[in-house]
């Protein structure tokens, strides 16, 4: 056994510490499909002392080391290297404290988000992040990676909704900042340098979050659209109408929408007919008597205007879940497509359009076979695209057609769910290279010994 997992052993013991055989499958790969290699050592701290300790040993020795969350994520950035030892946080979970005056909720960072979410409805609030993920990644991995998710148009990525983070620099110094204001100019707001930095500056170990007031009434509406142009129409009309309620403005081609029905045991179509586009739409208010004849109004009027096809409110929570289940689709729908580019790219909703015009022949004419399922959230400028032919040897051709037409149209290779190993290649189409020199700067000032998930993101 070598020094440094002996020097592990002997500080935290063999429940904290999985070696061999002990080490299971599921600290070797995450959702983006890579397979790693099996880390030469599990470490689970149950503190941030613990985090800090774990990490001075390792720095001594200048020793790998990757970062586990709830490994949900689709870039690879959480699954292990060679000879890399992995720190997880999943023995880090719970609720330290909500703060109702203030709005705050405090959790360790291995607390899966949908105990974050359950937490703060216990306790009459609102906790507005939300992914087809929730129940397994955790809220360090949604900070490390800046998630997005169905209500950024109203609520923002999770760098709006985190007010201060605790964090363990790869030395082991521990910087904690746990902020519970929305003002606070004093200094540098450090929490921005971790948040979206995808575990290559600091292990997140606490989190807190902004709370919001419930809301007492969410309408929800499938809708069947005729084209993009009238989709982005709609998209205006609900802004122009309904204002900052709009929470979700949900887009799903015909490709995707079909395939889910086709594909997922519970995902069924409220429409008979085929149409090109259906847009998910969820709006929030406080008075379900009057918000519901107003959302409804709005919505006859783009069906009268010929933006909407064919429109199905939902009447009850079931029956909103239910259009929400084809919108979740996406993870069978990805588990049954073989070797697939799963990209989350956005372009400036200006472009889209064309940008799409653009994209499809593009890859039609590369690969004639090939298929695509695309949805996204549009309202925040991002699209999934997934495209694959089914055969592994062509994923590099399709992200590099992808990826370039996303530096002609000044878009984002990344969108949400960053960087990690997958698009590292591709991050020069969307920053610069002064961008790229100042990031290494950054890393090397916080982690000169690059022991920090190396060879991610840069
Ligand atoms: C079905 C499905 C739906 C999804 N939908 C969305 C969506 O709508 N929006 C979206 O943004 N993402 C989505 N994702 C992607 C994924 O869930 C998010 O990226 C999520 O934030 C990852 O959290 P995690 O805990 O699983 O992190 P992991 O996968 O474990 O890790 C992700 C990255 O963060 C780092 N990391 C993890 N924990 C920490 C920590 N405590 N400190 C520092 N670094 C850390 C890891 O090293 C890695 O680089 C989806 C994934 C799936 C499978």
Not at 23 to 32: A, E, L, P, R, T
Not at 269 to 282: G, V
Not at 301 to 324: C, H, P, R, T, Y
Request: with cysteine; net charge negative; glycine share 10%.
């Amino acid at each position: 056994m070598s020094n440094i997992i002996d020097q592990l052993m002997q500080a935290f013991g063999d429940k904290s510490v999985l070696t061999g055989s002990s080490i299971g499958d599921k600290y070797k790969k995450d959702w983006s499909g890579v397979d790693g290699r099996l880390p030469i050592a599990v470490v689970r701290p149950t503190s941030t002392e613990e985090v800090s300790q774990v990490l001075s040993f390792c720095s001594e020795q200048s020793q790998a080391v990757v970062i586990q969350g709830g490994m949900t994520g689709i870039s690879a950035g959480a699954v292990p290297q060679e000879q890399e030892i992995a720190i997880s946080l999943e023995r880090m979970n719970g609720i330290i404290e909500i703060d109702k005056e203030s709005m705050t909720l405090t959790a360790l960072a291995g607390t899966p988000l949908q105990v974050i979410q359950e937490a703060a409805e216990d306790a009459d609030m609102y906790f507005p992040l939300d992914m087809g993920s929730r129940g397994t990644c955790t809220i360090g991995g949604n900070v490390a990676t800046n998630a997005g998710g169905n209500q950024v148009i109203r609520y923002g990525p999770v760098r709006a909704l985190t007010l201060g983070l605790e964090t363990v620099l790869p030395d082991g110094t521990i910087i904690s900042s746990l902020n519970k204001m929305l003002k606070n100019n004093a200094g540098f707001d450090l929490k921005h340098l971790f948040i979206g930095s995808e575990g290559t500056l600091g292990i997140v170990t606490k989190v807190v979050v902004r709370l919001y007031p419930k809301s007492n009434a969410t309408q929800t509406a499938l809708c069947a659209l005729p084209d993009f142009p009238s989709v982005l129409k709609l998209l205006q009309q609900c802004y122009g109408s309904l204002g900052d309620g709009v929470t979700s403005f949900e887009v799903m081609w015909a490709n995707y929408f079909d395939e889910v029905i086709d594909t997922v045991e519970q995902a069924q179509s409220p429409f008979k007919q085929y149409h090109h586009f259906y847009a998910l739409i969820e709006y929030q208010g406080q008075d379900q008597e009057q918000d519901a004849e107003k959302f409804a109004a709005v919505l006859f009027d783009a069906m009268e205007n010929g933006m909407i096809a064919d429109a199905v409110l939902a009447q009850s929570l079931k029956e909103a879940d239910s259009f929400w289940v084809i919108r979740d689709g996406i993870g069978e729908l990805l588990s049954v497509m073989g070797h697939v580019v799963n990209t989350d790219i956005s372009v400036p909703i200006s472009s889209m359009q064309s940008f799409m015009d653009a994209l499809e022949p593009a890859l039609y004419k590369a690969f004639p076979d090939i298929k695509l399922r695309i949805f996204g959230h549009i309202g925040d400028s991002n699209l999934h695209v997934c495209a694959g032919t089914g055969l592994e040897k062509d994923l590099d051709a399709i992200s590099a057609i992808i990826m370039g037409l996303i530096g002609d149209y000044k878009g984002s290779v990344s969108a949400e769910h960053g960087i990690g190993v997958l698009k590292k290649k591709y991050l020069h189409h969307s920053r610069t290279a002064e961008e790229m020199a100042l990031m290494a700067t950054l890393k090397q000032a916080l982690d000169p010994k690059g022991i920090l998930n190396q060879g991610r993101v840069l």
